[in-house]
């Protein structure tokens, strides 16, 4: 079984900064997917990025970007300038390929991101 | 846009009641998931639907079933509300891939039922 870890509960940062959110998992297989989902407070889940895992090139959404170290399985969000309107639970989540797996995630804790003004 | 919808934003239950939770989509996916979200433990799978009247255990179905009687349509069930099942529940879709059952597209959520078991 996949398991996902986000090992930050809490991180804060202050506008126009820049934070990167960690994630590790835990995987035997060599094709899957990751992603990053939003969670603002109003509560509805927004994803925010994706990585095919048989892509070399790190995945990139505006400010938002990732870096995929396929061999440490490790997959971080960066965000640049961040704003207020990026305050929310983040949730990393994985995705195993193959034929059964139905589009079942298996997500991480969460990370509680505070942007300050 | 994929609308994902929930029939409460919060609902209080008593201990030994029968709660229904619903969950509808618009836009025609095959896949439908039930999740509750607790702190410190993230989200985690109670059941899915792949088809109509189809359905398969996720991580911690105990206590609870599920309903997939049209395909636009997913319940959750807690035939008897314990005070262990107070928790932000979500319902999450996504559309199969090409060969039935494999999907690798984002999954879309409503926006949370926030239930309380008195």
């Known amino acids: 079984a996949q398991t996902v870890t986000q090992s930050q509960p809490e991180m804060s940062v202050q506008e126009a900064e820049t934070v990167t959110l960690s994630c590790t998992y835990d995987t035997s297989e060599s094709n899957y997917y990751l992603f990053w989902y939003k969670q603002p407070p109003s509560r509805q889940m927004i994803l925010v990025i994706r990585q095919e895992a048989y892509k070399q090139q790190n995945a990139t959404e505006n400010r938002f970007s990732v870096n995929f170290q396929k061999a440490a399985k490790s997959f971080s969000l960066k965000i640049s300038d961040s704003q207020l309107g990026d305050t929310a639970m983040y949730f990393c989540?994985?995705?195993?390929?193959?034929?059964?797996?139905?589009?079942?995630?298996?997500f991480g804790q969460g990370t509680i991101l505070t942007v300050h003004p | 846009d994929v609308k994902v919808t929930q029939s409460s934003r919060y609902l209080v239950k008593r201990t030994g009641e029968k709660v229904f939770l619903e969950c509808v989509q618009d836009m025609d996916h095959e896949n439908m998931f039930w999740y509750r979200q607790d702190p410190g433990l993230g989200l985690r799978l109670i059941y899915f639907s792949y088809d109509v009247k189809m359905k398969e255990k996720g991580d911690i179905p105990e206590g609870y079933s599920v309903s997939r009687e049209k395909k636009e349509r997913f319940s959750l069930i807690l035939e008897s509300a314990s005070t262990n099942q107070t928790s932000m529940y979500l319902c999450?879709?996504?559309?199969?891939?090409?060969?039935?059952?494999?999907?690798?597209?984002?999954?879309?959520f409503g926006d949370g039922t926030r239930l309380s078991i008195l």
């Open positions: 999450a879709s996504n559309p199969s891939g090409t060969g039935g059952s494999g999907s690798n597209q984002p999954q879309h």
């Open positions: 989540a994985f995705l195993g390929g193959g034929g059964t797996s139905y589009g079942k995630l298996t």
